[in-house]
């Protein structure tokens, strides 16, 4: 499981799967940030779906434990070779900075000069530079958000976690990152109740990058497990039976919960973990020699479809928030107006009016915009491995 046959190092390897991972990820995380226009449905089919994408959230946790995954993958791939600060760094700005700084530069400094807006740009420019620095997650907890954008702050954990991660793995070793990562998977929900009972707001424990290392830490800790054998042996005789019991306590939480709400205090606590450690056995499962459930795993989150949503994942995940916003203020009340089936069916077409300008807005953003960089990364900074691991 350390390489594959050819011998490349396990970061060097392309998993289908983990494109499908993104696409389910999207896809939750879209229609969870859509479903809010909805306001006090009473028919059934309003209120199903208002529960099910209020779940959705759970597609950031998906994409926390991925990047924590991939990322510690090809950095411990990478011990010992030159270039190993300066090809990681180069190579992750060319994938986020331009989509990223390019959506800011339009919002910011173009947008407040076509649309007559005074007072969404006077908060932005009073809140905005938490956003040019990458630190949304943190100004948002303290009441400077910019509407249309709050949805930054998950790209403002993984930058962070960018920035220091590289530094911790090179400093430890892989007996140290282990325990590093044990420690942020143990500390993460206390951390969350310590944040409740410090008095800040539900925000806090769902957006702060200590309240989030978690799940960061679970995939950390799976791609090191995956590149020890003993460990990897002894991670395969367990993860089936904790998935199962990971699975059954998510299920008692949400039917004693009656639901599983973001800003609740026992799902952040408890709830965020268990999805962690939920996700990360989905990325085992994908990234495993297929056989068994593993291969049916592989199967089923291969499927085209998936991975389509999984390629233009990023760029759908920074204009979907931005195109609700800018459609809520025009449709909200149209929506809200009929009976419970006439609702239904306008919600319906509103979330999917939603996934479809999201997915052209990445597509054209793709073509134009991140593969003309992302072609400049093997050029400019060929991925650093040193050997085989």
């Known amino acids: 499981m350390t390489s594959d046959p050819a011998g490349a190092p396990l970061s060097a390897r392309r998993f289908p799967a983990a494109d499908g991972i993104r696409g389910l990820a999207i896809l939750a995380v879209v229609l969870h940030n859509s479903e809010f226009v909805e306001r006090n449905g009473t028919g059934i089919l309003v209120k199903l779906t208002g529960a099910i994408t209020a779940t959705g959230w759970i597609g950031v946790q998906l ?9 510690t993958g090809i950095l411990v791939d990478a011990l010992g070779s030159p270039g190993y600060f300066r ?3 180069i190579r992750r700005t060319l994938r986020i900075f331009p989509l990223y700084y390019a959506v800011l530069i339009f919002a910011l400094l ?7 807006v005074p007072e969404w740009t006077a908060i932005a420019r009073k809140n905005q530079w938490w956003y040019w620095s990458y630190l949304s997650n943190w ?4 009441g400077h958000s910019i509407p249309g954008f709050t949805h930054f702050w998950s790209l403002a954990v993984e930058e962070q976690f960018y920035l220091v991660w590289p530094v911790l793995v090179l400093a430890l070793s892989r007996r140290g990152i282990i325990g590093l990562c044990t420690v942020m998977i143990a500390t993460g929900p206390v951390i969350r109740l310590g944040l409740h009972l410090a008095g800040l707001p539900p925000q806090a424990g769902y957006e702060l990058t200590v309240a989030r290392w978690d799940a960061l830490a679970a995939g950390a800790l799976l791609a ?5 054998a003993p460990l990897q042996a002894t991670l395969a005789r ?11 306590a998510l299920v008692v939480l949400v039917l004693y919960e009656r639901g599983f709400h973001f800003d609740d205090l026992v799902v952040q606590v408890v709830g965020q973990s268990l999805v962690a450690f939920l996700s990360a056995a989905l990325v085992y499962g994908c990234v495993t020699p297929p056989a068994g459930a593993a291969l049916r795993v592989q199967r089923l ?8 949503f999984g390629k233009y ?3 759908m995940y920074v204009f979907h928030f931005p195109i609700q916003h800018v459609l809520a203020l025009n449709v909200v009340d149209a929506l809200n107006a009929g009976d419970p089936n006439v609702r239904f069916l306008k919600l319906m077409a509103y979330l999917a009016c939603v996934v479809a300008l999201s997915t052209a807005a990445a597509m054209i953003s793709w073509r134009i915009l991140e593969k003309p960089f992302l072609d400049l990364k093997d050029r400019i900074a060929p991925r650093a491995v040193a050997h085989p691991v």
């Open 63 to 71: 994409f926390f434990v991925l990047s924590g995954f991939l990322i």
């Open 87 to 89: 090809n990681f760094y």
């Open 110 to 116: 173009v947008f407040p000069h076509l649309a007559n």
């Open 139 to 142: 100004g948002g907890v303290l």
């Open 224 to 228: 090191v497990l995956l590149r020890d």
């Open 238 to 248: 367990w993860i089936g039976r904790m998935t199962v019991a990971s699975t059954g």
């Open 301 to 308: 989150m291969s499927v085209a479809w998936l991975r389509f």
């Open 313 to 315: 994942s990023y760029a």
